[in-house]
């Protein structure tokens, strides 16, 4: 099943996150079940990012959205593992400071993005601010309206420029949530996630799902995609995201670049290098594909013997 086509938010469709079930899980019942065919996306992942950072021509966003609790954290920790910190970096983006508050909403998100042969992983994101600010009204209603259509731009821009953009709300039920808190209570590795905002962050969940059914509703476009993840089941999460990055990036059709050295004068160097290390001849290290090509001759005929 592709779950790039399943949970993709179509164009101009109307959201409604209460229709989608955040503990589905498709046909597979347990983490044991998804392990072989997680195994297999993450070889890929690590595969087509090399590949990427190798051609230097695309670069990918990926957005990850949640509810507090929702798994942003883990999805990157399991699902990013499988990328080379040295193309792939993650920005978290939190209370905006002084400096930030002094430029547009967009400013510290702009110089985020990833350049060519990168891949970047915001955790939350520019969508921030239709969200938080909506809720907590810290604008006002004509200010927050009008940032749908400029983040549609903005992610226009980037897209134009050679950017893949690809946006994954984790999606879980308020029941899930508070199952994740109870465990950062009784887990000591997790207890410093606790924050003084979870509970009352919670009263604001009805608040906070209309705003994000209008972002999924408004901001959904094929040069920048929403896809809803069903997230209770956090194997699941992660095998979903997994496969839509694979099927993303395979979409490119990147290729390695050509080599921009003579590869036959370099082989020849090297083994010329070798033969003078093991006292060889040179001749003797090649492949038979490196061997000299020996010159066709003319094949001399026998004499016909006179009579």
Same mark, same amino acid.
């Given at each position: 099943?592709s #779950?790039?086509?399943? *949970?993709?938010?179509?164009?101009?469709?109307?959201?409604?996150?209460g229709?989608?079930?955040?503990?589905?899980?498709g046909? #597979?019942?347990?983490?044991?079940?998804?392990?072989?065919?997680?195994?297999? #996306?993450?070889?890929?992942?690590?595969?087509?990012?090399?590949?990427? #950072?190798?051609?230097?021509?695309?670069?990918?966003?990926?957005?990850?959205?949640?509810?507090?609790?929702?798994?942003?954290?883990?999805?990157? $920790?399991?699902?990013?593992?499988?990328?080379?910190?040295?193309?792939? %970096?993650?920005?978290? *983006?939190?209370?905006?400071?002084?400096?930030?508050?002094?430029?547009? =909403?967009? !400013?510290?998100?702009?110089?985020?993005?990833?350049?060519?042969?990168?891949?970047?992983? /915001?955790?939350?994101?520019?969508?921030?601010?239709?969200?938080?600010?909506?809720?907590?009204?810290?604008?006002?209603?004509?200010?927050?309206?009008?940032?749908y259509?400029?983040?549609?731009? *903005?992610?226009?821009?980037?897209?134009?420029s050679?950017?893949?953009?690809?946006? /994954?709300?984790? $999606?879980?039920? &308020?029941?899930?949530?508070?199952?994740? /808190?109870?465990?950062?209570?009784d887990?000591?590795?997790?207890? !410093?996630?606790?924050?003084? %905002?979870?509970?009352?962050?919670?009263? =604001? !969940?009805?608040?906070?799902?209309?705003?994000?059914?209008?972002?999924? %509703?408004k901001?959904? /476009?094929?040069?920048?995609?929403?896809?809803?993840?069903?997230?209770?089941?956090?194997? *699941?999460?992660?095998?979903?995201?997994?496969?839509?990055?694979?099927?993303?990036?395979?979409?490119?059709?990147?290729?390695?670049?050509?080599? %921009?050295?003579?590869?036959?004068?370099?082989?020849q160097? =090297?083994?010329?290098?070798?033969?003078?290390?093991?006292?060889?001849?040179?001749?003797?290290?090649?492949?038979?594909?490196?061997?000299?090509?020996?010159?066709?001759?003319?094949?001399?005929?026998?004499? &016909?013997?006179?009579?």
């Amino acid at each position: 099943m592709s #779950y790039t086509k399943e *949970f993709h938010i179509k164009t101009g469709s109307k959201v409604n996150l209460g229709k989608i079930d955040p503990g589905y899980h498709g046909d #597979y019942e347990s983490e044991e079940a998804v392990a072989a065919e997680l195994k297999k #996306y993450s070889q890929r992942l690590t595969e087509l990012q090399a590949l990427m #950072y190798a051609e230097y021509k695309h670069s990918l966003l990926i957005v990850l959205q949640a509810m507090d609790g929702g798994g942003k954290d883990g999805t990157i $920790h399991h699902v990013m593992a499988a990328m080379n910190p040295q193309g792939c %970096s993650v920005v978290g *983006f939190k209370v905006p400071t002084a400096e930030e508050l002094a430029h547009d =909403y967009l !400013w510290r998100i702009h110089k985020m993005t990833p350049g060519k042969g990168h891949i970047t992983v /915001f955790n939350r994101s520019h969508y921030e601010d239709v969200l938080v600010v909506r809720v907590h009204g810290l604008v006002s209603e004509d200010i927050w309206s009008k940032r749908y259509n400029e983040i549609n731009e *903005f992610e226009r821009e980037l897209a134009n420029s050679g950017t893949t953009i690809v946006k /994954f709300f984790l $999606h879980i039920d &308020k029941e899930e949530q508070l199952r994740r /808190f109870r465990d950062r209570l009784d887990e000591p590795d997790k207890q !410093w996630k606790i924050s003084d %905002s979870d509970y009352t962050e919670r009263e =604001y !969940w009805d608040e906070y799902q209309r705003a994000y059914m209008d972002v999924l %509703s408004k901001c959904s /476009f094929n040069y920048a995609p929403w896809y809803v993840i069903p997230a209770n089941h956090k194997w *699941f999460r992660d095998l979903a995201v997994s496969q839509i990055l694979v099927e993303t990036l395979e979409g490119l059709k990147m290729k390695y670049p050509v080599p %921009s050295v003579d590869l036959a004068a370099i082989k020849q160097k =090297y083994h010329a290098e070798v033969a003078e290390e093991s006292g060889m001849a040179a001749v003797e290290l090649m492949t038979d594909e490196e061997q000299p090509k020996k010159k066709k001759g003319k094949k001399k005929g026998k004499k &016909k013997k006179k009579k």
